[in-house]
């Protein structure tokens, strides 16, 4: 089955910097694309990144551009999501996704989801 489990998530002042990991199982990681999305106490859930399955192509929201860095080892099963200059509007639950094509539709898998927290 398909595994995804991000870790990093923690409490860090307005300014400072946090790297969030999420390593997977269950598929074959190299041949994915990935991205990452948060979701904000009250708010819809949104693409923060993401990432081609060789790392050699990335996109990301207007409000993290800049600031995020989305990476991948492909040796290691794991997408990373560097984070510097946070922000208070940064925080939420961040979580790991991969689609996979169907016949007819995508399939979403997430992971659990790691809470980034930014306050003085």
């Known amino acids: 089955q398909v595994q995804l489990v991000e870790s990093g998530g923690d409490l860090v002042q307005p300014g400072g910097s946090l790297k969030l990991s999420c390593t997977t199982s269950?598929?074959?990681?190299?041949?994915?694309?990935m991205s990452w999305y948060r979701q904000a106490p009250g708010q819809e859930r949104e693409l923060v990144a993401s990432?081609?399955?060789?790392?050699?192509?990335?996109n990301y929201a207007d409000s993290v551009k800049g600031r995020f860095t989305i990476s991948r080892d492909n040796g290691k099963n794991t997408m990373y999501l560097q984070m510097n200059s946070l922000t208070p509007e940064d925080t939420a639950v961040y979580y790991c996704?991969?689609?996979?094509?169907?016949?007819?539709?995508?399939?979403?898998?997430w992971g659990q989801g790691t809470q980034v927290t930014v306050s003085s």
């Open positions: 996704n991969t689609r996979m094509i169907g016949l007819t539709r995508g399939y979403d898998y």
């Open positions: 269950g598929f074959t990681f190299s041949s994915a694309a």
């Open positions: 990432i081609t399955s060789t790392g050699g192509g990335t």
